[in-house]
């Protein structure tokens, strides 16, 4: 991701990163952006428990992570509309609808996630497109509404067969 933002940088000038969250390779990246020369570009602020006021200012969330389960950060940006690329890891593909609520990424080169970036930001419309049937998507399977009717079928099936 830093590679891929390094890139659109120079088309982008304006543009900006914020990395969120811990790791064992954040030695590894702040010695990346140094190196490349982008330290004033990109904030890693870390743990951040508001994700979601963070993602309503963001023209995009991008997930290049290598392994997953459900992210709860790719629900929330479903929630509101934001729109998605993300790696095709865990069940980011399957809650993507495979490409239609947000662009699946099948490899990790920055060539291929500046790409994808670069997609998302000239073509608004197919981009908001996507984030419109993945806010339709998290709201009709995976809102507190949609999981408490599916555990009131769940535990209502489970006292039947007692």
């Known amino acids: 991701?830093?590679?891929?933002?390094?890139?659109?940088?120079?088309?982008?000038?304006?543009?900006?990163?914020?990395?969120?969250?811990?790791?064992?390779?954040?030695?590894?990246?702040?010695?990346?952006?140094?190196?490349l020369n982008v330290r004033e570009d990109i904030l890693m602020p870390g743990?951040?428990?508001?994700?979601?006021?963070?993602?309503?200012?963001?023209?995009?969330?991008?997930?290049?992570?290598?392994?997953?389960?459900?992210?709860?950060?790719?629900?929330e940006a479903m929630s509101l509309k934001a729109p998605v690329i993300a790696s095709a890891v865990g069940e980011i593909p399957e809650v993507l609808g495979n490409?239609?609520?947000g662009d699946v990424l099948h490899d990790g080169y920055p060539q291929t996630i500046a790409e994808a970036?670069?997609?998302?930001?000239?073509?608004?419309h197919q981009s908001n497109e996507k984030a419109e049937w993945a806010y339709s998507r998290v709201k009709g399977k995976h809102s507190s509404e949609a999981m408490c009717v599916h555990y009131l079928r769940f535990y209502n099936g489970t006292l039947k067969d007692l």
């Open 1 to 35: 991701m830093i590679r891929a933002f390094t890139d659109l940088k120079h088309k982008y000038p304006d543009s900006g990163l914020v990395i969120v969250g811990e790791g064992a390779l954040r030695s590894q990246f702040e010695a990346l952006i140094d190196q």
């Open 47 to 75: 743990y951040f428990d508001k994700v979601p006021s963070l993602l309503g200012c963001s023209t995009v969330l991008v997930m290049t992570s290598l392994t997953e389960g459900l992210p709860i950060t790719l629900l």
């Open 99 to 101: 490409g239609n609520g």
């Open 117 to 124: 970036i670069d997609r998302c930001i000239t073509h608004t």
